[in-house]
């Protein structure tokens, strides 16, 4: 009886609201993210999006990788600031992507449809570019979206300091 106490102290520690805010912290999805408008001008449209943006190296290395879903006009931005060579793969990604390096004037340089989940295998346009987007899976050609065609993000309706949170190429 002597340990009844201690048991019952036990039991209401571990039913705890305090419980579930320690799993959030080390679950990756848990973290919040940038997000800001996009929009990809094809030949016949203006295709809308909402993204996520990856700004640290440490969002950039976890990417979309264990998501289970990503919405039709969301996705995530990788904006490489100065430009680079950048090579992206799907270790870790549950869902196909597609990915669009973007040049520094805001065309499309390369586009991988519908990456494979769980593949090792790089990806890169091969040249250095202003950012990569990622998609769901086959999103790019359900719109039309493809090389040569436009992207611009953040804020273009006002003149706003240079931003990786602000592409508004020519």
């Given at each position: 009886m002597k340990c009844l106490p201690l048991i019952l102290a036990t039991l209401l520690t571990a039913c705890s609201?305090?419980?579930?805010?320690?799993e959030n912290t080390t679950n990756p999805a848990a973290a919040r993210q940038t997000t800001l408008p996009l929009?990809?001008?094809t030949a016949k449209a203006t295709h809308r999006f909402?993204?996520?943006?990856?700004?640290?190296?440490?969002?950039?290395?976890?990417?979309?990788?264990?998501r289970k879903l990503l919405a039709p006009d969301g996705g995530m931005l990788f904006?490489?600031?100065?430009?680079?060579?950048?090579?992206?793969?799907?270790?870790?990604?549950l869902i196909p992507l597609d990915m669009l390096f973007i040049h520094t004037d805001g065309s499309i340089a390369f586009l991988k449809a519908s990456a494979a989940p769980y593949s090792r295998e790089p990806v890169s346009a091969g040249i250095?570019?202003?950012?990569?987007?990622?998609?769901?899976?086959?999103?790019?050609?359900?719109?039309?979206?493809g090389e040569g065609d436009h992207v611009q993000w953040g804020d273009c309706t006002a003149s706003a300091p240079a931003s990786p949170l602000n592409f508004c190429p020519g």
């Open positions: 609201q305090g419980a579930p805010k320690a929009t990809i001008r909402t993204v996520e943006v990856a700004l640290t190296e440490k969002q950039q290395e976890q990417g979309l990788m264990f904006p490489m600031d100065p430009p680079r060579t950048a090579s992206f793969w799907m270790k870790n990604t250095p570019v202003a950012a990569v987007l990622e998609l769901r899976g086959g999103r790019a050609a359900e719109l039309g979206i």
